[in-house]
């Protein structure tokens, strides 16, 4: 067998075992030395390959594509610093748990570290930021290592996505020529429908003993708080209501927890908790007995300042699989079981009885709060809060909302109020930067899923390269971009009083016109100033195709101001509850 139908076979086994093991979609990025792999991909049939010149773009948007879908990306580079520049999604995606199969081409060893062109050193590069790391073998169509071909495949795939999913790494040497042949025969192997290997895993769950022990510690206790930081399963959302419904407790939802949306009960869900705990005084009233927290920490600082004052308070954290995020410090149980299932027990063990005027002070509590963050004169000018007030009025029904981070997430926190709507609610929230969050979210959308992306300027100016994919593929997305003209979210800052330094180091004011880099991709672009005009401009976007972009022109020293307002008004109508 010659050099060329070796590699043929060898990378071609590769690939169709990557499908059988539920692969359907990669990423390439061009190179030479990456061109088996790239070309075998775009000949399989069943998987679908989209191509991003820019890597790291690439890597953000299989990252979105593989949240949205819920299951194992590709993305394929060449060798070099393309495979460095996929580290910022790889280190967000191990942060996030987000399945990513991460597949380098490399120059075989005799032209490693001798000073040959695009030669790095690749071998565990992206260090702890992966599940597993293998350098695979050299090429060879022997049935031996056809079958370790397939191997790797499998269990690259299964790892992937088993646990905590996070992403994978293979590394993979060729020598040249590097042009497979597909007209051999047998191209894919043994044409089967199992995979190689086959993988299954049992439901976790607490026994009898470790539930009713957490019972009996419950059971002695008065005023609890359920807390859902970010997190995908819907299940879990209605199963979360449940369990507040029928122990008479609060639940303070994250805007990415999926509970604040859709046709669940959201009597018990307090969406307001970042405004309410944003003053001392309030937090200073509220000793909660207990406190039971899924999924991951939530965006909101002043319920992270909340925990560390209450830090002799009994915190179960819940956890699908093994993992330490608790970023309080704080004494907590680790739970490791399906939260699904644990719910689930938790209503069947038995009803517990707590005090119901806690519940009733935290629902009065939300409503005085919501009232003051939703209230709004048409005159006021256009504000970075109400935007996501309106956002989430116009979006359509079954749809997706991508959020940046910095102050639309925090703006999302605090605005974003329950909807019967089913929407999926987005972030980036491993690492929590902002780069790659136009890509994440165009990868969100790649397969026809209706997207509307919520970031600020200097996000947007991070990762412009990403609006590529949108003009190649004729992705539908809808991108309302807050300008402020700089960092916003250190104007709430304590830099923000050192004047001297703050807008060349902090505020970074860039004064683009970003309708020119809209044009030049080929999209729509508006810039509305009236509420009335935003409203008509949204609605209208998603009733378009390919891309549309928002821009909402804002002022930072005005915003914060304006926020601060809020928040006066909000701490002395709440404690008027307690002194009346």
């Not at 049935?143 to 299964?158: D, E, F, I, Q, T």
Request: with cysteine; charged share 20%.
């Amino acid at each position: 067998m010659n050099h060329m139908e070796a590699l043929t076979r060898y990378v071609a086994n590769f690939v169709d075992e990557l499908y059988r093991g539920g692969l359907t979609d990669v990423v390439i990025s061009p190179g030479s030395r990456s061109t088996p792999l790239a070309m075998t991909f775009a000949e399989h049939e069943k998987i679908q390959h989209w191509v991003n010149m820019d890597e790291r773009s690439a890597a953000f948007f299989a990252l979105g594509m593989a949240k949205q879908k819920n299951k194992v990306v590709a993305i394929v580079c060449t060798s070099g610093t393309a495979a460095a520049n996929y580290f910022p999604a790889i280190v967000e995606a191990y942060y996030s748990r987000v399945p990513l199969l991460v597949l380098t081409a490399d120059r075989p060893h005799e032209l490693r570290d001798v000073g040959a062109p695009q030669a790095i050193e690749q071998i565990n590069m992206y260090g702890e930021y992966v599940k597993w790391f293998h350098e695979m073998a050299l090429p060879d169509g022997s049935p031996a290592l056809l079958s370790y071909v397939r191997g790797k495949a499998s269990r690259s795939v299964h790892t992937a996505m088993s646990g905590n999913p996070g992403p994978v790494h293979l590394n993979f040497p060729f020598r040249e020529p590097l042009l497979p042949d597909f007209t051999i025969s047998d191209l894919w192997g043994e044409q089967i429908d199992s995979a190689y290997h086959y993988h299954a895993e049992g439901q976790r769950r607490l026994s009898g003993s470790q539930l009713d022990n957490i019972f009996s510690q419950l059971a002695e206790l008065n005023k609890g708080i359920i807390v859902c930081g970010p997190q995908i399963s819907n299940q879990l959302a209605e199963k979360i209501v449940e369990l507040s419904k029928q122990w008479g407790l609060p639940v303070l939802a994250d805007p990415l927890s999926q509970l604040r949306a859709g046709q669940h009960d959201k009597d018990n869900i307090v969406e307001s908790y970042d405004a309410i705990l944003k003053s001392k005084r309030i937090r200073d009233r509220f000793d909660p007995d207990f406190i039971i927290r899924f999924g991951a920490m939530p965006v909101s600082k002043p319920y992270l300042l909340f925990l560390k004052e209450k830090n002799n308070t009994p915190h179960f954290v819940i956890e699908q699989n093994e993992g330490y995020r608790e970023p309080a410090g704080l004494p907590a149980q680790f739970l490791y079981t399906d939260p699904v299932l644990f719910c689930g027990d938790l209503i069947s063990f038995g009803r517990l009885s707590f005090d119901q005027s806690w519940l009733d002070t935290w629902l009065t509590m939300n409503k005085v709060a919501k009232q003051y963050l939703l209230e709004e004169t048409l005159e006021q000018g256009l504000t970075e809060g109400h935007v996501v007030k309106y956002l989430s009025e116009a979006v359509p029904d079954q749809s997706s909302i991508y959020v940046g981070n910095s102050m639309p997430i925090r703006d999302m926190d605090t605005f974003f109020m329950n909807t019967p709507k089913q929407l999926k609610l987005l972030g980036n929230r491993g690492a929590n930067g902002i780069d790659g969050l136009t890509s994440s979210a165009l990868g969100a959308a790649a397969h026809g899923e209706k997207v509307t992306l919520l970031l600020g300027d200097l996000s947007f100016f991070h990762d412009f390269n990403g609006l590529l994919l949108a003009k190649q593929y004729k992705i539908d997305l809808t991108v309302v971009l807050i300008n402020n003209n700089g960092g916003g979210i250190f104007s709430f800052l304590p830099q923000a009083k050192q004047a001297k330094h703050f807008e060349v180091l902090f505020g970074t004011p860039m004064d683009i016109d970003f309708e020119h880099i809209i044009s030049m991709y080929h999209g729509s672009y508006s810039k509305p100033k009236t509420w009335t005009d935003f409203q008509r401009v949204l609605s209208e976007s998603h009733q378009q195709n390919g891309l549309s972009v928002i821009e909402v022109q804002t002022n930072r020293a005005d915003n914060v101001e304006w926020h601060k307002e809020k928040w006066i008004q909000i701490e002395k109508n709440l404690l008027r509850l307690f002194e009346g």
